[in-house]
T-cell receptor, first 112, second 114 residues
Framework: GENVEQHPSTLSVQEGDSAVIKCTYS??????FPWYKQELGKRPQLIID?????GEKKDQRIAVTLNKTAKHFSLHITETQPEDSAVYFC???????????FGAGTRLTVKP | GAGVSQSPSNKVTEKGKDVELRCDPI?????LYWYRQSLGQGLEFLIY????????KSGLPSDRFSAERTGGSVSTLTIQRTQQEDSAVYLC????????????FGAGTRLSVL
C-alpha cells in the first residue's frame, strides 16, 4: 500500500527564516498531494495542495514543489512568523481516487 | 451543515465497555474518513467510505473496531471492549468525490478509557 514518509519530525527556526518540510511517497498512481496545518488542540486544515500535472504552486509565503520522477514533494514557508508554529502533515492520494495517506507530521516551532 | 460534525466531543469510558462515535459529514460529500490521533502523534488512517461502502478498511487495528455508514451520510465508529490503548482523539473527515479530494475535518472525539 501507499507509504508516505515525512521529514523532519521536528523543526525549529528563527522568525523570518525559511522552513522546508519534505515528503516521499511510494504509489506511482498518486496524483494529489495536500498539506495540512494543525494548531494545538485544533483540527487539521488544508493550507495548500498540488496535483501531479504541475511541478510547483505558490500562495503568498508558502509554496509546494513536486518531483514525480523521484516521488517526493516539499513544503516551503518563507519569512516565518510565530503563528506558523504548528504541526504540518503531508498526504498523498492512493490509486487516483479519494483514498489518502498522511505523513507522520512535522512539529514546526518559530522562535520570535 | 456548515462543516463536519462529530459527537460526542469527549467520551470517558471504563475498560471493557463499548463506545460509539458519530460523524456527520458535509452535506453532499460522498467520501468519509476516520483517523485516530494519539497525543502528539500523527494521523493514523482507520477506514475510508465511498458512499455506504468501505473500499479501504485496512487501517482498523483489530476486530474490536468497526464502522458503518448509512444513507451515504452519517457514519458511526464502534469500538467494542475498549482498552486503555484505545485512548486517543478520533477524527472524521469528508470530501467531495468529484475529484477535488480536499478533506475537511471535524473537531474530533477525545476518547479516554480508564
Amino acid at each position: 500500500g501507499e507509504n508516505v514518509e515525512q521529514h523532519p519530525s521536528t523543526l525549529s527556526v528563527q522568525e523570518g527564516d525559511s522552513a522546508v518540510i519534505k515528503c516521499t511517497y511510494s504509489d506511482s498512481a498518486s496524483n494529489y498531494f495536500p498539506w495540512y496545518k494543525q494548531e494545538l488542540g485544533k483540527r487539521p486544515q488544508l493550507i495548500i495542495d498540488i496535483r501531479s500535472n504541475v511541478g510547483e504552486k505558490k500562495d503568498q509565503r508558502i509554496a509546494v514543489t513536486l518531483n514525480k520522477t523521484a516521488k517526493h514533494f516539499s513544503l516551503h514557508i518563507t519569512e516565518t512568523q510565530p503563528e506558523d508554529s504548528a504541526v504540518y502533515f503531508c498526504a498523498a492520494s492512493i490509486g487516483g481516487n479519494n483514498d489518502m495517506r498522511f505523513g507522520a507530521g512535522t512539529r514546526l516551532t518559530v522562535k520570535p | 451543515g456548515a462543516g463536519v460534525s462529530q459527537s460526542p466531543s469527549n467520551k470517558v469510558t471504563e475498560k471493557g465497555k463499548d463506545v460509539e462515535l458519530r460523524c456527520d459529514p458535509i452535506s453532499g460529500h460522498t467520501a468519509l474518513y476516520w483517523y485516530r490521533q494519539s497525543l502528539g502523534q500523527g494521523l493514523e488512517f482507520l477506514i475510508y467510505f465511498q458512499g455506504n461502502s468501505a473500499p479501504d478498511k485496512s487501517g482498523l487495528p483489530s476486530d474490536r473496531f468497526s464502522a458503518e455508514r448509512t444513507g451515504g451520510s452519517v457514519s458511526t465508529l464502534t469500538i467494542q471492549r475498549t482498552q486503555q490503548e484505545d485512548s486517543a482523539v478520533y477524527l472524521c473527515a469528508s470530501s467531495n468525490s468529484g475529484g477535488a479530494y480536499i478533506q475537511y475535518f471535524g473537531a474530533g472525539t477525545r476518547l479516554s478509557v480508564l
